[in-house]
């Protein structure tokens, strides 16, 4: 069995700080692992993804993760945090040759002008 | 332009009364699954579709149903919906890369569609 748990349900960080979402995963096999981002009213937008090759994952908008097997992590960083990274972003693990995707209950960033 | 369309995208309906939510998508996947999310659980999954004609249960099936007649579209039931039904609902599609070597299964999700049943 998979599962995804994210550590704190609301993160606030001032413009210009550091971002810093922590996921972590549960999964007998290797996973793939995937940051998913949800703007206000919207769908859900792959930020980036994990998939056995490097193990830093640079993804879209400055957002890169890195993949600690040793740590079981999978944590979201961002360097300079901006206004528009304000939204809900959900940890999500699957794996080779299954589709099914296991979230986390999700973070939402403020970000403070 | 690629994308998972649903219809509609708001709806207030009452106990008991039918009610589907259409899923679309024009990029040939096989692979289509629908979502539910609920504050403080993230999404979890209702049911999913491999292909044509073969559909499965996910993690919260109970008072849903669906079908997959072509390929495109993956209609979500509700026969008899239920207060506990209220929610926001998306429909995601991939191709069933997670069975090709080296591929990954990134799924693209439509926008969603809140449901309030009364």
């Known amino acids: 069995a998979q599962s995804v748990t994210q550590l704190g349900s609301h993160v606030s960080v001032s413009e210009g700080a550091l971002v810093l979402l922590r996921c972590n995963y549960s999964s007998s096999v290797p996973p793939y692992l995937f940051w998913y981002v949800q703007y206000p009213n919207q769908g859900l937008q792959l930020l980036l993804k994990?998939?056995?090759?490097?193990?830093l994952v640079k993804g879209i908008n400055g957002f890169e993760a890195e993949f600690k097997k040793s740590e079981t992590s999978f944590h979201l960083t961002k360097p300079s945090a901006h206004m528009s990274d304000a939204a809900e972003y959900f940890c999500?693990?699957?794996?080779?040759?299954?589709?099914?995707?296991?979230f986390g209950t999700g973070t939402r960033l403020t970000i403070i002008p | 332009e690629a994308q998972v369309t649903q219809n509609p995208r708001y709806l207030i309906t009452v106990t008991g009364k039918k009610l589907t939510v259409t899923c679309s998508q024009n990029m040939n996947h096989e692979y289509m699954s629908w979502y539910r999310q609920d504050p403080g659980l993230g999404l979890r999954q209702i049911y999913y579709?491999?292909?044509?004609?073969?559909?499965d249960k996910g993690d919260v099936p109970e008072g849903y149903k669906v079908s997959r007649k072509e390929k495109r579209n993956f209609p979500l039931i509700l026969e008899s919906p239920s207060p506990n039904q209220t929610s926001l609902y998306f429909c995601?599609?991939?191709?069933?890369?997670?069975?090709?070597?080296?591929?990954?299964?990134?799924?693209?999700f439509g926008p969603g569609t809140r449901l309030t049943v009364l």
């Open positions: 995601a599609s991939s191709l069933t890369s997670g069975r090709i070597r080296g591929r990954t299964n990134e799924q693209f």
């Open positions: 994990y998939t056995s090759a490097a193990t």
């Open positions: 579709s491999m292909n044509v004609e073969v559909t």
């Open positions: 999500a693990v699957s794996y080779f040759g299954n589709e099914k995707l296991t």
